[in-house]
């Protein structure tokens, strides 16, 4: 059974920074390539950050350049997002989800699995 299990949201202050992890099991971890996604109340879901399998290349979305980096320890089953200077605007659940296509995924139908989410409120 493939589980996703996100971890590291809370409560922060405007300028505060938080790690967020996800970590997997119930697959061949380093196969897969990661993703990480956040919705806010009443609005869509958004791509937030991606690496591929092999940790080469990863790719931030414009909305947080400069401010989150994704890492991922394969021999951990574990992708983290840091994120610093953090907004208020970047208050949503973060979701991490996995899928096995080569290159970087930013569309979240094409991610296989979800973790269950894990609530950021960023407080001005």
């Known amino acids: 059974q493939v589980q996703l299990v996100e971890s590291g949201g809370g409560l922060v202050q405007a300028g505060g920074s938080l790690r967020l992890s996800c970590r997997a099991s119930g697959l061949a971890f380093s196969t897969y390539s990661v993703g990480w996604f956040r919705q806010a109340p009443g609005k869509d879901r958004e791509f937030v950050a991606a690496?591929?399998?092999?940790?080469?290349?990863?790719t931030i979305a414009d909305s947080v350049k400069g401010r989150f980096t994704i890492s991922r320890d394969d021999a951990k089953n574990t992708v983290y997002l840091q994120m610093s200077s953090l907004k208020p605007e970047d208050t949503a659940v973060y979701y991490c989800a996995a899928n096995t296509y080569w290159g970087i995924r930013r569309e979240g139908d094409e991610y296989a699995y979800w973790g269950q989410g894990t609530q950021v409120t960023v407080s001005s």
């Open positions: 690496i591929m399998r092999t940790g080469s290349i990863a």
